[in-house]
Nanobody, 118 residues
Framework: QVQLVESGGGLVQPGGSLRLSCEASGFTFSRYAMSWYRRAPGKERALVATIFSAGRNTNYEDSVSGRFTISRDDVKNRVYLQMNTLKPEDTAVYYC???????????WGQGTQVTVSP
């Protein structure tokens, strides 16, 4: 049974940083490209960043490029999202999942809330 468990969210001031973590289980993690997604209030869930197997390549949505860094640990079956220089528009529930367009998505986890506010 596949499980995706996100953690690390919280309330942070603009300009601050957070590191999100996602622990995956139930599949051979190292074989899959993984992504972070987010759902902002009143918006559809959107892709934020993708990391391919072995961490050789990464892609970022334009608005987070240069501020966010995705990484993975294939021993711990975890994918991370380091978020720096956070802005109020980064406020959202953040989710991890397999990379859309490359793999079939699994059932979504509960996500982790990130709120950027003075």
């Amino acid at each position: 049974q596949v499980q995706l468990v996100e953690s690390g969210g919280g309330l942070v001031q603009p300009g601050g940083s957070l590191r999100l973590s996602c622990e995956a289980s139930g599949f051979t993690f190292s074989r899959y490209a993984m992504s972070w997604y987010r759902r902002a209030p009143g918006k559809e869930r959107a892709l934020v960043a993708t990391i391919f197997s072995a961490g050789r390549n990464t892609n970022y949505e334009d608005s987070v490029s240069g501020r966010f860094t995705i990484s993975r640990d294939d021993v711990k079956n975890r994918v991370y999202l380091q978020m720096n220089t956070l802005k109020p528009e980064d406020t959202a529930v953040y989710y991890c999942n397999k990379a859309m367009g490359w793999h079939t998505l699994e059932a979504w986890g509960q996500g982790t809330q990130v709120t950027v506010s003075p």
